[in-house]
């Protein structure tokens, strides 16, 4: 598989994400990080298909860790 692929089994719905790990994530911590998408990195984890957003889980975790990487280095 290309890089630039994703897997239609990697990809969530806001809530479907949330509810897969609660312990991290919840719905308004999602919509808040993703109202931003298009200025922190967030984008390439989304795909669009109508009116859902969607979100790979495995580029999702890619980013949070590439922002946890971020805060460490400031």
Request: a positive charge; charged letters at 25%; glycine letters at 4%.
């Amino acid at each position: 598989m290309s890089t630039n692929q994703i897997d239609l089994n990697d990809l969530f719905s806001v809530s479907e994400l949330a509810a897969r790990h609660p312990r991290v994530l919840s719905v308004l911590i999602l919509r808040y990080q993703l109202r931003s998408r298009a200025s922190n990195g967030l984008a390439k984890a989304c795909v669009k298909i109508g009116k859902k957003l969607l979100i790979s889980e495995r580029r999702y975790q890619e980013w949070l860790s590439e922002q946890a990487g971020a805060q460490e280095a400031a």
